[in-house]
């Protein structure tokens, strides 16, 4: 037995855990959570959410700190990355990122909540905050994944939890039918994922993400190499609902509560880019000081052939859907069309550009959820016809829907405009350095892809203004709105016009994660 190797592993797991303090913190208020509701829930149903928040806050902060950490240690020691776990998970300022955008998820999904009617429709609502805490722990995981089996892991948290989240309104006949599609899917991409997962490390000898594993993969002729990457994208995809990896999200959207639907549209998706983007950066190579593909897989092509379909599909879906939460399914499957365009790049540009539209995605989804969630329980409906006139009745929250439309869209002067117009950019450049000729049509396709389909989603998500202010209705109901929410779009509906305004400084900030 090697002593001297198993005493520096040890040490490695002990000296991991100061890194590693926000995701000790959000576990202990997933058992503190539990613990308040089973004690004092009853008695005060606010102290759970109450408790949550705080958890949630505590991790943003941390997460935060280490944030400038990377830069202390990037200016003395020149570390851009710390390995934690023996290597099993890497904590760089990427992953710090991505993590306050899981933590603002979380926080924005219970705001969202406490905002709605579920807890009138659901039993035991402190699990649900506690269960919520535990899928931003596995998104967190998701970030920062290194190996190939702690990717697997941490998909499974997300989704296990996320499978609760979707069913927990017991009651409701549409909601149980989409938690069973939901949970059916999911066990099918896991299966493929970790079949591939198998395959990989059978090829190369290690799950880990290491220079044994890239090495390994030269080795490994084209279809196999090929199987085994698309198995694994499976269940990658089905975390980011694309095609054709998409079919449980129309679905779950419409049967979900809306503040389950609101986050599953945000925070998993988020946490599902930032693995791909760490998986596939395992096939790639510098040259000249450019990213490029690996000889042995034309991942490329496959990754820019799946965001057209992403793309079109959801759109061309979305045009005919009169339920707006379908309706927003299909976009989201069309958005994640949009952010494969930055992946397909993988350029420090291309990388920033997925993130930055990730942020902004994140405000203007939300936002549009928590306006769509108050209406919709106001008249009993989701179908966006009986929105009639209700734009004149909520002129505050109704400016701010169309706002949120507009950004979704992906016109000027909105933040979902700024992303849009980074994202293209990212693959532009890609497309004017590529030292790959016979690479060059099919990233020139997708761009065109990429503005038609923009063109298109502007018929299906200017339908909501349509109907709310252009089409009368002289019976639409009074719409007294809460206070909370009302705050929550205004707050959201704030950044989504100032960051279409002046958008740099964001920028800039997510790119000083790669410098």
Avoid at 112 to 119: G, V
Avoid at 178 to 204: A, E, Q
Avoid at 323 to 349: F, P
Avoid at 364 to 381: H, P
Wanted: some cysteine; proline content about 4%.
């Amino acid at each position: 037995m090697n002593y001297k190797a198993i005493s520096l592993v040890l040490q490695n797991i002990m000296g991991s855990f100061p890194y590693f303090l926000p995701e000790i913190i959000l576990s202990a208020f997933f058992l503190i959570a539990i613990i308040v509701d089973i004690i004092i829930g009853k008695k005060n149903q606010m102290i759970t959410p109450i408790v949550a928040l705080l958890g949630l806050f505590i991790g943003f902060v941390l997460s935060a700190m280490q944030y400038n950490l990377f830069h202390d240690l990037m200016q003395n020691q020149k570390i851009d990355a710390v390995p934690l776990f023996a290597g099993m998970l890497t904590l760089d300022r990427v992953a710090v990122f991505f993590k306050l955008l899981f933590v603002l998820s979380g926080i924005l999904g219970i705001a969202l909540t406490l905002n709605s009617r579920t807890a009138e429709n659901a039993r035991g609502m402190g699990e649900f905050y506690a269960i919520l805490i535990a899928v931003v722990l596995g998104m967190n995981l998701m970030s920062m994944a290194s190996h190939l089996l702690m990717m697997f892991i941490a998909i499974e948290l997300v989704s296990l939890g996320s499978y609760v989240l979707v069913t927990y309104t017991r009651t409701n006949p549409k909601s149980a039918e989409s938690g069973l599609k939901y949970v059916i899917y999911g066990g099918v991409s896991s299966g493929f994922m970790i079949y591939g997962i198998s395959l990989l490390y059978g090829f190369t000898g290690t799950m880990g993400l290491n220079a044994q594993f890239v090495t390994g993969l030269s080795e490994i002729p084209y279809t196999a190499l090929t199987i085994a990457v698309l198995m694994v994208l499976a269940g990658i995809g089905y975390k980011i609902a694309m095609f054709p990896f998409h079919f449980w999200s129309p679905d779950v959207y419409e049967g979900a509560p809306t503040p389950v639907t609101a986050f599953l549209a945000v925070g998993p998706k988020a946490a599902g880019f930032a693995l791909l983007i760490r998986f596939l950066i395992a096939f790639t190579t510098s040259v000249k000081g450019v990213i490029v593909p690996s000889l042995n897989m034309d991942w490329v092509s496959i990754i820019a052939l799946l965001a057209m379909l992403s793309m079109t599909f959801g759109n061309f879906s979305a045009l005919w859907q009169n339920n707006v939460k379908r309706m927003l399914a299909y976009s989201s499957i069309a958005h994640a069309g949009y952010m494969l365009m930055g992946v397909v790049a993988l350029s420090v540009l291309g990388i920033s550009s997925v993130m930055f539209y990730l942020t902004v995605y994140l405000i203007m989804n939300m936002g549009a959820f928590i306006v769509l969630s108050m209406i919709t329980e106001k008249i009993g409906s989701e179908d966006i016809r009986d929105f009639k006139g209700l734009g004149y009745k909520m002129p505050v929250l109704g400016v701010c829907l169309v706002l949120f439309m507009v950004s979704l869209t992906g016109l000027p002067p909105t933040a979902g405009f700024a992303g849009k117009l980074m994202l293209f950019q990212g693959l532009y450049e890609a497309w004017r350095v590529n030292p790959y000729s016979n690479m060059t049509d099919i990233l020139f396709w997708l761009m065109v892809v990429g503005v038609v389909n923009s063109v298109v989603s502007l018929f299906y998500y200017f339908k909501i203004p349509l109907y709310m202010f252009v089409r009368q209705n002289e019976q639409a109901p009074e719409m007294k709105m809460s206070v909370l929410g009302t705050t929550l779009a205004v707050i959201l509906a704030v950044p989504t016009l100032l960051i279409g305004i002046s958008f740099n400084w964001l920028m800039d900030f997510i790119q000083k994660s790669f410098s």
